[in-house]
Each structure stands twice: as structure tokens, then as C-alpha cells.
Nanobody, 126 residues
Framework: QVQLVESGGGSVQAGGSLRLSCAAYGHTYSIYSINRMGWFRQTPGKEREGVAA????????YYADSVKGRFTISQDNAKNTVYLQMNSLKPEDTAMYYC????????????????WGQGTQVTVSS
């Protein structure tokens, strides 16, 4: 079992930056063993969409087309934490952001996620 605790959301003006954090707790040796972690986001009445993901054992990353070049996902194994650095934020980035973990490492879609964080709100004003 894995518990995900995320933080770092807030309200910023367009063009600003935020950094989201997601720490993993439970009977896992390290985030390396979780295989894949990242974020989804969701606005009321709309689908939950993948934002970014990273293979925690090292390797490839995934970014939605809408955030490429602006968001960067990274990890700190010593802190058992993954980070999402969000730069050049736009009003369209406003959403509830959910940290997620998937030990299978398959497609980054909501139906295949094994563990979810509690969510953190990101609001970008124009």
C-alpha cells in the first residue's frame, strides 16, 4: 500500500510559477519501487486529464501537449518525493491537481491508477 500526500497549490497571476510536491508513505521501500508517479488535473464537469509522469526508477517522462515546455517533473529519492515545477502558468491551468502512482507503468490514464493523493488546488488569474 502507498499513501500520497501532496502540497504546493495556490493562487497566482498568469505568468507566475508554482511547485507541487507529492510524498509517498507506506510499506514501499522507496519511490523507485512505485515505478511511475505524476499528476492529473480536473475542473468541475470535465474529465480528469494526465499532466505529467515520471518513471521513478529512472528513464522517460511524460507531459501533456498543453504543458510541454512549461512544466517539469522531477524526483528526490532521499525525501521519497516527486515534484512538478509549473512555470509560465496560464488561466487554463486552473484545476484541482491530483498526485498519482501506478506500479504497472502502463498508459497514464485515470482508469489505470492504483493510488491517488488528496488533491491540491491551482488557480491562475488573468
Amino acid at each position: 500500500q502507498v499513501q500520497l500526500v501532496e502540497s504546493g497549490g495556490g493562487s497566482v497571476q498568469a505568468g507566475g510559477s508554482l511547485r507541487l510536491s507529492c510524498a509517498a508513505y507506506g510499506h514501499t521501500y522507496s519511490i523507485y519501487s512505485i515505478n511511475r508517479m505524476g499528476w492529473f488535473r480536473q475542473t468541475p464537469g470535465k474529465e480528469r486529464e494526465g499532466v505529467a509522469a515520471i518513471y521513478t526508477g529512472g528513464g522517460s517522462t511524460y507531459y501533456a501537449d498543453s504543458v510541454k515546455g512549461r512544466f517539469t517533473i522531477s524526483q528526490d529519492n532521499a525525501k521519497n518525493t516527486v515534484y512538478l515545477q509549473m512555470n509560465s502558468l496560464k488561466p487554463e491551468d486552473t484545476a484541482m491537481y491530483y498526485c498519482a502512482a501506478d506500479p504497472r507503468g502502463e498508459s497514464w490514464v485515470p482508469g489505470l491508477i492504483s493510488y491517488w493523493g488528496q488533491g491540491t488546488q491551482v488557480t491562475v488569474s488573468s
